[in-house]
């Protein structure tokens, strides 16, 4: 069982920047690759990227590449997720997500996860 918490979230003019965080609980961290997804209301939730458990592997979705950059602590037990150069079209609730990682790849979809945090809102300004 994992248990996630995002923070970091807030208001921002665009062209700046933010660093959201997922805490997870648990000794076993090291075992799970974590994604992030964003959301607005409406919408379905889109994949913003993912890192594998050891931290080693990174993708992030076309969308926000050379913008947004995801890392993993796992002394720490947490993923960042920082983003720079932040647009209007970036506001939205942010999730990440977690799910034991048996290198299967990039895990891109919302099905792929089993554990989710809460949520943290993201709100660029122009």
């Known amino acids: 069982q994992v248990q996630l918490v995002e923070s970091g979230g807030g208001v921002v003019q665009a062209g700046g920047s933010l660093r959201l965080s997922c805490a997870a609980s648990?000794?076993?961290?090291?075992?799970?690759?974590v994604g992030w997804f964003r959301q607005t209301p409406g919408k379905e939730r889109e994949f913003v990227g993912t890192v594998s458990k050891s931290g080693s592997l990174t993708y992030v979705a076309v969308s926000v590449q050379g913008r947004f950059t995801i890392s993993k602590d796992n002394a720490k037990n947490t993923v960042y997720l920082q983003m720079n150069s932040l647009k209007p079209e970036d506001t939205a609730l942010y999730f990440c997500?977690?799910?034991?990682?048996?290198?299967?790849?990039?895990?891109?979809?919302?099905?792929?996860?089993?554990?989710w945090g809460q949520g943290t809102q993201v709100t660029v300004s122009s």
């Open positions: 997500a977690a799910v034991e990682d048996y290198g299967l790849g990039y895990l891109q979809s919302r099905e792929d996860y089993t554990y």
């Open positions: 648990g000794r076993t961290f090291s075992r799970y690759a």
